[in-house]
């Protein structure tokens, strides 16, 4: 994750929660939102980040599928 996200969401760390919650936990849920920056919500689905990931993650699936576990 070398590019950086036009809405300002720090992808790496939002993953690396996202996989803590995808494992069961609900606290690494609600540490996703602790996140500095730009939240899941925040992401315009622009695709920019689909390119600069070397393990070809849907990140704008990810960040909706958080945004509405977030709502």
């Known amino acids: 994750c070398t590019e950086t996200c036009?809405?300002?969401i720090d992808i790496p760390a939002v993953l690396e929660k996202y996989n803590r919650?995808?494992?069961g936990s609900n606290a690494a849920l609600h540490?996703?939102?602790e996140i500095e920056?730009?939240?899941p919500e925040d992401?315009?689905?622009?695709?920019a980040c689909l390119s600069q990931c070397p393990q070809?993650?849907?990140i704008p699936d990810i960040m909706?599928?958080?945004a509405e576990a977030l709502a």
């Open 64 to 66: 909706a599928e958080l």
């Open 21 to 23: 919650y995808k494992l």
């Open 31 to 33: 540490a996703i939102a």
């Open 56 to 58: 070809g993650i849907g």
């Open 43 to 47: 992401c315009i689905g622009c695709g």
């Open 6 to 8: 036009p809405a300002g």
């Open 37 to 39: 920056g730009g939240k």
